[in-house]
């Protein structure tokens, strides 16, 4: 997504009305390899001369996260972090029993935000192995 008419088409796709702060907010995150705060994103409107308010700001974030285009990461301390869904990678979780396989989504982009909020680390990489019992199995059991 790379220019405003991507944004534009983009917004009607998702049923969306196009307004100046909508698309200055998703070009934002769009263009940034990081997850970024409200107030982040509010300062660099000012910056960049966007008339936006602070609540503007979070009533756009929280549109984006209802109609999936934005993720929110909770930080601690009542502060959230938010930046575009991408293509995400998936896991696969088998069964130890039967064998079945199911792919679930990955929940480290969490785990990231929280490591790099607290550490001050970028994780370059992850493995995680999901082991578990399917509900048919699991049922069997009992």
């Known amino acids: 997504m790379g220019n405003c008419m991507d944004a534009d088409s983009f917004f009607r796709q998702k049923n969306l009305k196009v307004t100046k702060a909508r698309v200055y907010i998703y070009m934002l995150l769009a263009k940034s390899s990081e997850s970024l705060t409200a ?7 000012k910056e960049d001369g966007i008339d936006i308010n602070l609540s503007t700001v979070y009533r756009t974030l929280e549109i984006f996260e209802k109609k999936h285009i934005i993720e929110k990461f909770n930080i601690g301390e009542n502060s959230h972090l938010y930046s575009l ?6 896991h696969v979780l088998q069964c130890s029993l039967c ?3 199911i792919e679930v989504p990955c929940p480290m982009k969490q785990i990231e935000e929280l490591v790099k909020n607290q550490t001050g680390f970028t994780l370059t990489e992850h493995t995680l192995k999901l082991k578990g019992i399917c509900e048919k199995c699991s049922k069997k059991k009992e």
Do not use: A, G, T, V
């Not at 869904?85 to 998936?90: D, R, S």
């Open 39 to 45: 107030e982040y994103i509010y300062s660099k409107s």
């Open 85 to 90: 869904i991408k293509e995400q990678h998936k």
């Open 99 to 101: 064998h079945k396989e």
